[in-house]
């Protein structure tokens, strides 16, 4: 990563509503920017990603960066106690769970995204991607 | 819930053999519930009226392969945010689109045509 990247941050508690109050973030730090709405839809696939998978991350952080290229991290911070996946607020049995939708969000990513990955940052756990400007 | 309102809002209405739900603000994780409820208390084709949805991810995307698995559904004038999704996705020819204000929704051609 490049070290001259300025970063911005936030985080969340890990439940349903945090792909939301991510994008409001996002949205705020991108206001003037063409790129808004596809860094508004790639916060909200990974942290959406975590909630389906992640099995001992109560928090994420998401950080925000727009030069010298567009980059979005959401960092996974692991419980020392690694605990079930916390069942998100608002969700009833009527939710569709569907295996194919990890994916799909993943794909979205990488359309959006001119490079996308997962690193270990000590104990964390990031996904990162980075946005082309237009 | 937040100080702009619900990031869901949900409207249905009977005409026919159809319903139309309406939909405006966020579809995402922690709203597709919203909309799959709205669609199980419906009877008939459905049909989802997306004009004001102002942001959807693969969490609605999946929750609208899952109706469209169990009902007929027409997506009715989709925002420019479901247009770039099904892009995205490369389900643009997945669903039947329609601009028809009425049942059955379609208008003169389907949208899929020109996404």
């Known amino acids: 990563m490049n070290a001259a990247q300025n970063f911005v941050e936030q985080t969340y508690q890990l439940s349903n509503r945090a792909p939301g109050a991510a994008r409001r973030f996002v949205r705020s730090v991108f206001a003037q920017r063409a790129e808004r709405g596809a860094a508004e839809l790639a916060v909200s696939e990974l942290i959406t990603n975590v909630i389906h998978h992640a099995t001992s991350t109560p928090r994420v952080t998401v950080r925000v960066s727009q030069a010298p290229v567009i980059r979005l991290e959401v960092v996974q911070h692991p419980s020392e106690t690694p605990h079930p996946a916390t069942p998100a607020p608002g969700t009833s049995r009527s939710w569709p769970q569907r295996t194919e939708l990890t994916g799909r969000g993943l794909g979205i990513v990488d359309a959006i995204s001119q490079d996308w990955g997962y690193e270990r940052r000590g104990n964390d756990l990031v996904a990162w991607c980075e946005i082309p400007a237009t | ?115």
């Open chain 2, 1 to 115: 819930m937040n100080a702009a309102g619900p990031p869901l809002e949900v409207s249905s209405a009977q005409d026919g053999r159809w319903t139309l739900i309406t939909v405006s603000g966020d579809l995402d994780i922690s709203t597709v519930v919203t909309l799959f409820d709205a669609v199980n208390n419906s009877n008939g084709d459905v049909a989802i009226d997306l004009a004001d949805l102002r942001f959807v991810d693969s969490s609605g995307l999946s929750t609208l392969l899952e109706i469209r698995s169990e009902r007929t559904l027409i997506l009715v004038t989709p925002s420019n945010a479901v247009i770039k999704l099904l892009k995205l996705a490369q389900l643009s020819d997945a669903f039947t689109v329609g601009r028809g204000v009425g049942p059955p929704y379609l208008g003169h051609q389907a949208l899929s045509s020109t996404l």
